[in-house]
């Protein structure tokens, strides 16, 4: 064998474990944050010098530039994307150029970050949009939606599953724009071809329905 082959041999050899530690990472993150205490205030420490340039200051996020609220966010929801953002298997340059400084790329601070944002107080109002499809949005929500993301599309810790109601119009749109890939392995077909029927309309209708649910806003907290 020809030392160039042996070479890329040893190249093709070493991208198979990077990639095989990549995909380990984010669980591993993950198990290693639950495992520790959390310090709510030192999550708003690293809030307050990392996030508020996107998400604002009170973390209620900015629905025409689809930056998530993340204001009472499920907590575990939370730890997992950072976890996710922090092994790259989620994509956004935004999200992981965020979380690369030392003191946030650990998982002492996605727990206490996770911590923090959970317990903020949430947004008086999401971003909606134009209310013309939402009694179709509802009908789509209730037969696809509501079993897992819940009444008023609070989510739960367990799976975790985010909470999406009140969450801003625009970015919930462009997250359904990868629907089967958020939801791989986790949605019956039924589910995956209902919302593939959906016309543009309807998708609007579906957002729109969900960013006036309340599990988000502080009309939810009231309850
Ligand atoms: C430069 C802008 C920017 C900064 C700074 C930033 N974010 Fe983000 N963040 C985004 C964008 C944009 C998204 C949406 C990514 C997408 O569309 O998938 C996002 C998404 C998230 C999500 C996922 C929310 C969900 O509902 O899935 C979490 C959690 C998050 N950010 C936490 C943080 C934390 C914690 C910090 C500070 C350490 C931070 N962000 C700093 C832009 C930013
Ligand atoms: C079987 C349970 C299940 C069903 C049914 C389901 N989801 Fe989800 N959904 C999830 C889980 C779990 C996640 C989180 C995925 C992750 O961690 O990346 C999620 C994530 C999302 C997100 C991303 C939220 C964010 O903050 O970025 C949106 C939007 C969403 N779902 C909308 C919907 C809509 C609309 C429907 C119905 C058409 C639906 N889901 C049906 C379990 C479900």
Redesign the pocket.
């Known amino acids: 064998m020809s030392c160039r082959s042996i070479g890329i041999l040893l190249l093709i050899a070493l991208c198979a474990e990077c990639a095989h530690a990549q995909t380990a990472r984010a669980p591993e993150l993950l198990a290693q944050a639950r495992a520790l205490a959390a310090d709510a205030e030192h999550g708003k420490i690293l809030y307050l010098k990392h996030c508020t340039g996107c998400h604002g200051h009170q973390a209620w996020g900015d629905g025409p530039k689809q930056i998530?609220a993340l204001a009472g966010?499920r907590e575990f929801?939370v730890l997992?994307?950072l976890a996710?953002f922090a092994a790259r298997e989620?994509d956004s340059s935004l999200m992981q150029e965020s979380i690369h400084p030392a003191d946030v790329n650990r998982p002492q601070a996605f727990r206490d970050l996770a911590a923090y944002l959970s317990r903020a107080s949430r947004s008086p109002r999401s971003d909606h949009g134009d209310g013309r499809a939402l009694g179709m949005g509802e009908r789509?929500?209730r037969?696809?939606?509501i079993?897992?993301?819940e009444q008023s599309a609070e989510?739960s810790d367990g799976?975790?599953?985010?909470?999406?109601g009140g969450?801003h119009y625009y970015?919930?749109l462009h997250?359904?724009q990868s629907?089967p890939t958020?939801?791989e392995g986790?949605?019956?077909k039924d589910?995956l071809r209902?919302?593939a029927a959906l016309s543009p309309d309807e998708q609007q209708g579906?957002?729109d329905y969900?960013s006036r649910l309340t599990a988000l806003t502080a009309a939810g907290a009231a309850h």
């Open positions: 998530p966010q929801y997992r994307q996710r989620r789509t929500y037969r696809g939606c079993a897992c993301h989510g799976a975790p599953i985010p909470a999406i969450q970015y919930v997250r359904l629907f958020l939801h986790r949605v019956e589910v209902l919302v579906l957002a969900t």
